[in-house]
């Protein structure tokens, strides 16, 4: 109870506009994850592993109680503890057929990648390689201007659909992005990269590159190999889109708000890299 209240709290102070700092977004992840582990040991509590789920249910109480009484140092050294899930980072390839023509599969397949998206937010887990396949094939709504539209002749049931599907703020988002939600072609940002190295640009564990309109990631998906290593960070204004994201690059640091609110302070980045939808 006490982590979901911290959860709400912060989650109602965004909402209402409140700018995070980097520390502060790192902090509400440390706490989904812990909601994440919490709710675990309770379904195994309730499969009857017993004596297994009291022992786990005991470390995470202790600290879920240093994660809100210092989430600088005491949390960060409590959660080294607990097994930590592997985290992954989808690569682009080809054979996954991420962008096909036509409007009605660009339509089914950004359905499908919300549907995926919400049933893992609810069980409080991240996404398995097999499933960020699915993720990686929503392409936004540029170009589907229908399926917002009650009087679009053939897409009645899409519209219909849509309005079930995404709450208030997500249907107004999606109809809104309809003009400037656009993805990028790997091929492209590719040569976007080489440019980086042309100029110079050499990466490791000490260079952060930062994407400030990132759509679902599609630039860390064809990171180049030999700058690996390198922090990757990423803001993103779209509810869903950034949080596809997250489910794609979940090592990245990604914030799901406006470049505008963002609180990075001059020089952390060594590089700025995007296509920006303005």
Known sequence: DGVNNEIEGMQAKWEAGAIFSEEQTEHWDDLENLKRELEHDIAGFEEGQISSALHKSESSQRQKDEVIKAPDNNYKEAKAEKEI??????????????????????????????????????????ATSEEQIILARYVGWGGLANAFSD?????????????????????????????????????????????????????????????????????FSVFPKEMEGTQLHGVELDSITGRIAKQLYQDANILVHGFATTTYADNTFDAVIGNIPF
């Open 85 to 126: 899930p592997n985290k992954l980072s989808f690569r682009y390839s080809q054979d996954y057929n991420l962008y096909p023509n036509g409007a009605k599969t660009k339509y089914r397949n950004n359905v499908e990648a919300i549907k995926l998206l919400k049933k893992i937010e609810s069980e409080m887990r991240l």
């Open 151 to 219: 009087k679009s002749t053939g897409w009645e049931n899409e519209y219909t659909e849509l309005e079930v599907l995404l709450d208030d703020k997500e249907y107004e988002a999606a109809r809104n992005s309809t003009i400037t939600a656009y993805y990028t072609e790997p091929e492209l940002i590719k040569g976007i990269y080489l440019a980086l190295d042309r100029f110079g640009f050499v990466g490791g564990r000490d260079r952060k590159i930062l994407d400030p309109a990132m759509g679902t990631g599609n630039f």
